[in-house]
T-cell receptor, first 113, second 114 residues
């Protein structure tokens, strides 16, 4: 079964606006990762946040993690049409399943020029 | 170029046939994974291998088989026992071991039953 639930399922915004996507999960994690997928292509890693971190930045990306609520959010600031893609959160449960990622259903982001 | 290569990009299978999807990496990664993605869905783990000559079932292993005879290669066979094999298959690799690390993905193989 899927570990993560993402919200919203689809998001449509104008260029220049910010996009926020949320991810909730059920069990304890070692880290949480965000990936991007362009239509019909493989996934590309965006950012990894460890379970003992609360916030992380990378360029226009900002990720937060709240382990008490078992949730994470991905913020893309000043969005561009090229940001149009599906975004997935993935959790790494650690322990004997270290590195084994469990993916959410994804958020489809459309950025209109 | 370092990376992970899947072939073929498109594959057509007749009912009752076994087919094998190729996945090769030159990143010197210990861990490799196979995921299945259905339209509009997330990824589901089929099999994973954390070291050569060892692999474990994921969440949806029924109807699939794998081998890991070489560090660089992790082929996936979709057998005739897989009742609904039409999907997008993604292979990934990571450094492995007890480290926080990202996964690198291939470009995928789209399998269609005809």
């Amino acid at each position: 079964s899927q570990q993560g639930e993402e919200d919203p399922q689809a998001l449509s915004i104008q260029e220049g606006e910010n996009a926020t996507m949320n991810c909730s999960y059920k069990t304890s994690i070692n880290n949480l990762q965000w990936y991007r997928q362009n239509s019909g292509r493989g996934l590309v890693h965006l950012i990894l946040i460890r379970s003992n971190e609360r916030e992380k930045h990378s360029g226009r990306l900002r990720v937060t993690l709240d382990t008490s609520k078992k949730s994470s959010s991905l913020l893309i600031t000043a969005s561009r049409a090229a940001d149009t893609a599906s975004y997935f959160c993935a959790t790494d449960g650690g322990g004997t399943s270290y590195g084994k990622l469990t993916f959410g259903q994804g958020t489809i982001l459309t950025v209109h020029p | 170029d370092g990376g992970i290569t899947q072939s073929p990009k498109y594959l057509f299978r007749k009912e009752g046939q076994n087919v094998t999807l190729s996945c090769e990496q030159n990143l010197n990664h210990d861990a490799m994974y196979w995921y299945r993605q259905d339209p509009g869905q997330g990824l589901r783990l089929i099999y994973y291998s954390q070291i050569v000559n060892d692999f474990q079932k994921g969440d949806i292993a029924e109807g699939y088989s794998v081998s890991r005879e070489k560090k660089e290669s992790f082929p996936l066979t979709v057998t005739s026992a897989q009742k609904n094999p039409t999907a997008f298959y993604l292979c990934a690799s990571s450094i492995g071991g007890l480290v926080n690390t990202e996964a690198f993905f291939g470009q995928g193989t789209r399998l269609t039953v005809v």
